[in-house]
Nanobody
């Protein structure tokens, strides 16, 4: 199995930055995708950013130019650098990974990000 642990959330003011981290561990041969999702109050969970095979990236339109996803392949860790945070970015952020040898993905427990003045 694979364990996924996020960290780095918090309460910040609009315009601030945060960096989320997500470490995957366990029986991992290679990671295929590592992504960040978020669920805001009263809304459905949405994909925020995804990195595939450590290279190609995708972002939801609302965060393009502000958020950057990156990985440290040696550590099976993915980061989400969030700049110019807005109140609408307030949500619980979840990390999700897929790995070879598994037909399903693995979720972290989530980390709260609150953007408020």
């Amino acid at each position: 199995q694979v364990q996924v642990v996020e960290s780095g959330g918090g309460l910040v003011q609009p315009g601030s930055s945060l960096r989320l981290s997500c470490a995957a561990s366990g029986s991992i041969v290679s990671l295929k995708t590592m992504g960040w999702y978020r669920r805001a109050p009263g809304k459905q969970r949405e994909l925020v950013a995804l990195i595939t095979n450590g290279r190609s990236t995708n972002y939801v339109d609302s965060v393009k130019g502000r958020f950057t996803i990156s990985t440290d392949g040696a550590k099976n860790t993915v980061y989400l650098q969030m700049n110019d945070l807005k109140p609408e970015d307030t949500a619980v952020y979840y990390c999700h990974v897929t790995a070879s040898s598994y037909s399903y993905g693995f979720w972290g427990q989530g980390t709260q990000v609150t953007v408020s003045s």
